[in-house]
Antibody, heavy 120, light 107 residues
């Protein structure tokens, strides 16, 4: 059974940093591209970033380019999102998702999400 | 960037009704269009991909159509468990983009 478990969310002050993690199990992690998708409270879905199975190729939404960094450790079956210079508009539930049909494909499996709140 | 626009933003229908949600892309995206269902308090679930292919396990009352810029999601006989927000998603090129969502309620 595919399982994705996010962690690392919490309350952070504007300008602060957080690193989210997503522990994957139930599949060959290195064979799949992975992604982060966020959802602000009461709002819609926003794609944030994606990474290839090898980790060599990454993609970012314009809204987070230069601010967030996606990475993965295939030896630990873990996906990461390093978030710097956080702003109030980054407040959201951050979902880890396994991609299907490539690095810019479909979100086949989702974690339960971790809440990031940016506030003073 | 290609924008995805859904209509309506919300709708209310009766059990047994046929319901249609529209998604329009600002540029042609061939058939690289997916639909997701997000029930209240739950994570999104993939319903349909390549515009009209039903994901495994999705009830046959759901169907999708379209190509290019105009797409539809139809629920042929609305059930109480279909209460959710539905999102379209354009894929296969960066950036991945979602529509703003359509909230579906039961009258």
């Amino acid at each position: 059974e595919v399982q994705l478990l996010e962690s690392g969310g919490g309350l952070v002050q504007p300008g602060g940093s957080l690193r989210l993690s997503c522990a994957a199990s139930g599949f060959t992690f290195s064979s799949y591209a992975m992604s982060w998708v966020r959802q602000a409270p009461g709002k819609g879905l926003e794609w944030v970033s994606a990474i290839s199975g090898s980790g060599r190729t990454t993609y970012y939404a314009n809204s987070v380019k230069g601010q967030f960094t996606i990475s993965r450790d295939n030896s630990k079956n873990t996906l990461y999102l390093q978030m710097n210079d956080l702003r109030a508009e980054d407040t959201a539930v951050y979902y880890c998702a396994r991609l299907w049909f490539g690095e810019l494909g479909l979100f086949e499996y989702w974690g339960q999400g971790t809440l990031v709140t940016v506030s003073s | 960037d290609i924008q995805m626009t859904q209509s309506p933003s919300s709708l209310s229908a009766s059990v047994g009704d046929s319901v249609t949600i529209t998604c329009r892309a600002s540029q042609g995206i061939s058939n690289y269009l997916a639909w997701y269902q997000q029930k209240p308090g739950k994570v999104p679930k993939l319903l349909i991909y390549v515009a009209s292919t039903l994901q495994s396990g999705v009830p046959s009352r759901f169907s999708g159509s379209g190509s290019g810029t105009d797409f539809t999601l139809t629920i042929s006989s609305l059930q109480p468990e279909d209460v959710a927000t539905y999102y379209c998603q354009k894929y296969n090129s960066a950036p991945i983009t979602f529509g703003q969502g359509t909230r579906l309620e039961i009258k």
